[in-house]
T-cell receptor
């Protein structure tokens, strides 16, 4: 299993540009989520999905869109990039059962918005 | 999250000594807690978890203690090794599968 994969690893955007951060998992996990991590802070939840076709907002959803057309993929879209969105973005997935909901994280995408 | 006074952002420990990392959580209804380790340039990696019906859980060289009375969580690492140098995060299960992370503690192991 590749686990959780994210592309690209690094990205530089200009203010106002749009882009999509890709996330895929091959563990057949129902639950997937996107976090951002800023210096000196923990991870903050952007959006999450409890299954294909179902998404919901997390703590900091503004400026981001998500969709979940398949169980495997959960892309994060920046509609009009702003310098405040400079951050490291992590995708995570878990089984999403009533038992352990340990989340498996991808390696991250480091985004800089100029 | 973490409260000021219990959470230390950095911890320096001598190789071979035991490390204790503290975390205070915010929601008394949280029923599941996880400790993650994050090495430089990598995503968080699961270390150990504990449910609210337990006070203590042990793994390989790690022990998590949960004190629900004061909403406090700690991670103990036995015989700390250079490979233990990383940022450690506690996370609480707020609602369904949503986790709330603390700011993290940077552990540096001195040779």
């Amino acid at each position: 299993n590749a686990g959780v994969t994210q592309t690209p690893k690094f990205q530089v955007l200009k203010t106002g540009q749009s882009m999509t951060l890709q996330c895929a998992q091959d563990m057949n996990h129902e639950y997937m989520s996107w976090y951002r991590q800023d210096p000196g802070m923990g991870l903050r939840l952007i959006h999450y999905s409890v299954g294909a076709g179902i998404t919901d907002q997390g703590e900091v959803p503004n400026g981001y869109n998500v969709s979940r057309s398949t169980t495997e993929d959960f892309p994060l879209r920046l509609l009009s990039a702003a310098p405040s969105q400079t951050s490291v973005y992590f995708c995570a997935s878990s089984y999403g059962t009533s038992g352990s909901n340990e989340q498996f994280f991808g390696p991250g995408t480091r985004l800089t918005v100029l | 999250g973490e409260s000021v006074g219990l959470h230390l952002p950095t911890l320096s420990v001598q190789e071979g000594d035991n490390s204790i990392i503290n975390c205070a959580y915010s929601n008394s209804a949280s029923d599941y807690f996880i400790w993650y380790k994050q090495e430089s340039g990598k995503g968080p990696q699961f270390i150990i978890d504990i449910r609210s019906n337990m006070d203590k859980r042990q793994g390989q060289r790690v022990t998590v203690l949960l004190n629900k009375t004061v909403k406090h969580l700690s991670l103990q690492i036995a015989a700390t090794q250079p490979g233990d140098s990383a940022v450690y995060f506690c996370a609480e299960n707020m609602d369904d599968y949503k986790l709330s992370f603390g700011a993290g503690t940077t552990v540096t192991v001195r040779a």
